[in-house]
């Protein structure tokens, strides 16, 4: 069998996510897609937070959630039982967003209550209204 009629081989699945990524970064999309998520992911994240706390309604987090997350978030806040809790309100300290595909990430964050660190964990999408908030834990 000559070099030219050989099928090509398409690899593995993360071979294939590893080049769409370079590629994407090559031009200038990658960078532009992570920021916009990580920027996203900040800004859902602390008012999940502030929802967890007491400090903010519910309701606030409808424009940047599913409706599932803003009923566990809701959950969540009304059963008072978040990790910590009585070490006072929660501040986010660092995200960290990691792109699955072209329009879903999945999210790792730490947060603090008094002098203890707690993490959680998010998945955010992108439609055709922007970024959505589709899963939250707090841990």
């Keep these: 069998m000559d070099r030219g009629s050989a099928p090509r081989s398409s690899g593995s699945p993360g071979l294939q996510r590893v080049l769409r990524?370079?590629?994407a970064a090559k031009n200038g999309?990658?960078?532009?897609r992570n920021t916009a998520a990580g920027q996203f992911a900040?800004?859902?994240?602390r008012v999940a937070?502030?929802?967890?706390?007491?400090?903010?309604?519910?309701g606030?987090?409808?424009?940047?959630?599913?409706?599932?997350?803003?009923?566990?978030?809701?959950?969540l806040a009304s059963v008072r039982r978040s990790?910590?809790?009585?070490?006072?309100?929660?501040?986010?300290?660092?995200?960290n967003v990691i792109m699955v595909e072209a329009a879903a990430a999945e999210v790792c964050a730490g947060y603090d209550r008094g002098g203890r660190h707690?993490?959680?964990?998010?998945?955010?999408?992108?439609?055709?209204?922007?970024?959505r908030l589709a899963a939250f834990r707090v841990c």
């Excluded at 999309?29 to 532009?32: A, H, I, N, S, V």
């Excluded at 900040?42 to 994240?45: E, F, I, K, S």
């Design 42 to 45: 900040r800004g859902a994240l």
């Design 83 to 95: 990790p910590g809790r009585e070490l006072g309100t929660a501040t986010l300290t660092r995200v």
């Design 29 to 32: 999309q990658g960078d532009e």
């Design 118 to 131: 707690f993490a959680l964990a998010a998945r955010i999408v992108r439609g055709r209204s922007g970024w």
């Design 21 to 23: 990524s370079s590629h």
């Design 60 to 75: 606030h987090l409808g424009p940047f959630a599913e409706p599932a997350v803003v009923a566990a978030v809701r959950t």
């Design 49 to 58: 937070l502030e929802v967890v706390d007491g400090r903010r309604p519910a």
